[in-house]
């Protein structure tokens, strides 16, 4: 995958790679260290896994791969495991994480003066490989922040001048499409462009969810020979996720019609119909949830929600700015705490049984949609199920 056609960060991934494997051939030589600088955790992946597969046995895994992080291992431990040979492995690898540490308050004369002195003599059968995740350099590397841009060149004037620096840009939607139509191709697959490009825009061109979900689909469609839009919408789970943040758009911006009819549409494809009923409200008052967070912590771009929310509790990427937008839309805390209350008694009700889950989501979506009424209580109970 190299060449003009790919973006900065495949075409550095590649380069990376190409020298890890010309350097196993004997063709070409081995830096003593490398800085893997971006937060694309795709191409961080794909380097990891080139480096693993050219130097690391399984046999000797235990023996030759290290895995540290400066966060509780000192550089200068990790700098002298490095320069110890191992009695049981022939060449050793050393990933090096939260590099961060190197560049935090205090000048760390200490630490680079090390640095220095180990990449002075280093041990030619160890590689060090210092993982740089702290800065996001944007697909348009003219976009670079200010703070990034210094910290980049912070890093260039201190490990780079020992170490060969692969630039980890983040993939742009172009590049993503491009790379999933060569992937089915490679795996003797036809994609429709189309198909190809809802599943980038629904998960927001993260690389490392595009992967994933193009692997199934691939194991889905393997005996038609070719994925279409269809597959994609029946399959990805984030394309149909992507009907939910229109219905929370619909019902922050108070817009009732729509919010139904994108209710019956969510329960039309869902393919369990009111079967899902507990699903769908599930992920109601999860989202819910999230936009009082968003509210709460005054999160006005993407960059800072994946602060203000934690692993495992946040949104698909392309849902992010989308939500910011609706979670201002609401005034107060208490608009969004009574969204849940209704959500908690809507929820009461369907595990009640009753004739017509169908009508209890529609009145749900309803008073959702509606402007706020003085009160509308609710059991604590009922409260405490959406909100603990």
Request: with cysteine.
């Amino acid at each position: 995958m190299t060449g003009s056609r790919w973006g900065a960060g495949f075409t550095s991934a590649a380069r990376f790679i190409a020298e890890i494997e010309a350097a196993v051939t004997g063709t070409g030589k081995l830096r003593p260290g490398y800085v893997l600088v971006g937060d694309e955790n795709f191409l961080l992946d794909r380097c990891r896994s080139a480096v693993l597969k050219a130097f690391v046995q399984d046999d000797l895994r235990d023996f030759c791969l290290s895995d540290l992080d400066l966060t509780s291992t000192s550089i200068f431990d990790a700098l002298d495991r490095a320069q110890t040979p191992s009695l049981m492995a022939p060449f050793q690898v050393f990933f090096i994480r939260n590099v961060r540490q190197l560049y935090s308050r205090g000048a760390k004369k200490e630490e680079f003066a090390a640095l220095d002195r180990y990449f002075q003599s280093p041990n030619p059968q160890a590689l060090l490989i210092f993982i740089a995740d702290f800065i996001n350099i944007p697909a348009d590397t003219r976009r670079l922040d200010l703070d990034d841009k210094n910290r980049f060149e912070r890093l260039t004037e201190t490990l780079g001048e020992h170490c060969g620096i692969v630039e980890l840009a983040r993939v742009n939607e172009e590049d993503a499409m491009r790379w999933a139509l060569a992937t089915a191709q490679d795996a003797n697959l036809r994609m429709e462009p189309d198909a190809a490009r809802e599943l980038v825009d629904a998960l927001g061109a993260d690389m490392m969810l595009v992967s994933s979900e193009l692997e199934k689909l691939l194991l889905y469609t393997a005996g038609r020979g070719r994925v279409t839009l269809g597959d994609v919408e029946t399959m990805v789970l984030s394309a149909k996720q992507r009907t939910l943040y229109e219905l929370t758009d619909a019902i922050s911006a108070r817009d009732r019609a729509r919010s139904l009819a994108l209710l019956h549409g969510l329960l039309n494809s869902s393919g369990t119909g009111e079967d899902g009923a507990i699903g769908h409200l599930y992920l109601l008052a999860r989202t819910f949830r999230q936009m009082l967070v968003i509210l709460e912590k005054n999160v006005r771009d993407s960059r800072a929600i994946w602060q203000a929310l934690w692993q495992g509790f946040r949104m698909p990427p392309f849902a992010a700015n989308d939500l910011i937008r609706q979670a201002r839309r609401y005034k107060s805390r208490r608009e969004l705490t009574r969204a849940l209350r209704l959500v908690a008694r809507a929820d009461l009700e369907l595990r009640s049984s009753p004739p017509d889950k169908r009508l209890v989501l529609e009145r749900l979506v309803y008073e959702l949609a509606s402007e706020p009424k003085p009160s509308t209580p609710v059991s604590d109970s009922a409260q405490l199920a959406f909100e603990s």
